[in-house]
């Protein structure tokens, strides 16, 4: 529970107006609404949770909002990062965010750190605010979050979404269980998709933000029982909430400092290997495959490996369908060899990475092939605009 001096805290006659359905709430009043506005929060990302856990906080009368982010808004983010608008696309989110959170509360104070957080700079950026809230995506940053958090002493209210499904508790508060906790080892590269590969349905960060943004609260309150010690789980396509029990590891390494999260979550040997596996791939340029397209040839099989849910959004005219998943298990080798029998093989995905990773599994078999440098996404850039971009 935070103890702010409450003495020199005033409301203007306005925020009275603004605030009414707060005052008269008994577990809020004036006190919490004071309390409110003597609260500093960090919110570090301005995505999909970020965007609606900022957009209710500012609402709700927070008196310090600190934004950490170093992305640009994108068409695409505009299906579920709901602080953002068509008008803002290419300019970046915390500008954007900072303009919305002044239109909905100009009572706000918005603080922006237009830097990608680090073990440099982490501990800095966190110390001056009482709550953080994680609204990242990737395992690198949750981690160095969480270890600031423990490392300051302040609460840390996370999220997580996924397709269809979202997790939220609150970490490193009061005694209770951190990140490490949930996950003491991150998974292997490559293992949990991100959105862009997996996808998200466009409301199930609002929810989960919201939720985030209702624990942040009442942590500014010291009001209700918080999420701390209980994971909740959501699935909204069978609108299924359940929660599990989370418990501190008496066992856990101690967390003393920061360290290198790319190292430990494997990221620079992942780009090795990876580095490693298309040196070992011939490439070809989209330019080079539309003069083969062209020239009538017929004695070569373009493979597409992307899911088919990929394939109907766009396709290059006469590839065939083999998704890596379908290789990575071995049925799709058969279905390749079967397809090749003889033909020149080349291989393409959406960014040309998956079709590396194909190639490589079909060359462990026999079968050698060429890969379409920069996928599908370079052949709309750079030959048929007509195809679309995802």
Not at 128 to 134: A, E, G, H, L, W
Not at 263 to 271: M, V
Request: with cysteine; proline share 7%; aromatic share 6%.
């Amino acid at each position: 529970m935070l103890n702010p001096n409450l003495a020199d805290i005033q409301l203007s006659q306005e925020e009275y107006g603004r605030y009414a359905r707060h005052l008269i709430l008994p577990e809020v009043g004036l006190e919490g609404q004071k309390r409110l506005k003597a609260a500093s929060i960090l919110c570090i990302g301005t995505g999909g949770l970020g965007s609606p856990l900022l957009l209710y906080l500012a609402a709700a009368g927070i008196g310090r909002l600190g934004i950490v982010d170093f992305d640009i808004v994108d068409s695409s983010n505009l299906q579920r990062q709901v602080i953002h608008g068509t008008s803002w696309v290419g300019k970046p989110k915390i500008a954007s965010a900072k303009q919305r959170i002044l239109e909905i509360n100009p009572h706000c104070q918005v603080d922006l750190y237009e830097t990608r957080l680090t073990s440099e700079n982490a501990l800095e950026i966190l110390k001056p605010y009482d709550i953080v809230v994680d609204g990242t995506d990737n395992f690198p940053t949750r981690y160095l979050t969480n270890d600031a958090c423990v490392l300051l002493d302040k609460p840390n209210v996370y999220g997580s979404i996924f397709r269809f499904e979202g997790q939220a508790t609150v970490f490193n508060y009061e005694g209770g269980p951190n990140y490490r906790d949930l996950y003491p080892e991150p998974p292997p590269p490559g293992m949990v998709p991100s959105c862009a590969e997996g996808g998200v349905l466009g409301v199930l960060p609002g929810l989960i933000g919201c939720i985030q943004a209702t624990e942040a609260i009442k942590i500014a309150l010291g009001a209700g029982t918080t999420l701390s010690g209980r994971l909740l789980l959501y699935n909204s396509l069978d609108m299924k909430f359940r929660e599990l029990k989370l418990r501190p590891n008496p066992v856990r390494p101690v967390i003393e400092k920061l360290i290198d999260y790319e190292q430990f979550c494997g990221i620079p040997q992942a780009r090795a290997a990876e580095e490693k596996q298309k040196m070992s791939v011939p490439e070809m340029t989209v330019q080079e495959l539309k003069q083969l397209l062209d020239s009538g040839a017929d004695d070569y099989v373009l493979l597409d490996v992307r899911n088919p849910n990929e394939y109907e959004i766009a396709k290059i005219d006469g590839a065939v369908l083999v998704p890596l998943p379908e290789i990575e298990k071995g049925p799709g080798v058969e279905t390749v060899k079967s397809l090749a029998n003889g033909h020149r093989l080349i291989a393409h995905c959406r960014s040309g990475v998956r079709s590396a990773t194909a190639l490589g599994i079909l060359k462990e078999h026999g079968l050698e092939g060429t890969n379409v440098k920069g996928g599908i996404l370079a052949w709309s850039q750079e030959i048929d605009p007509s195809v679309p971009q995802y």
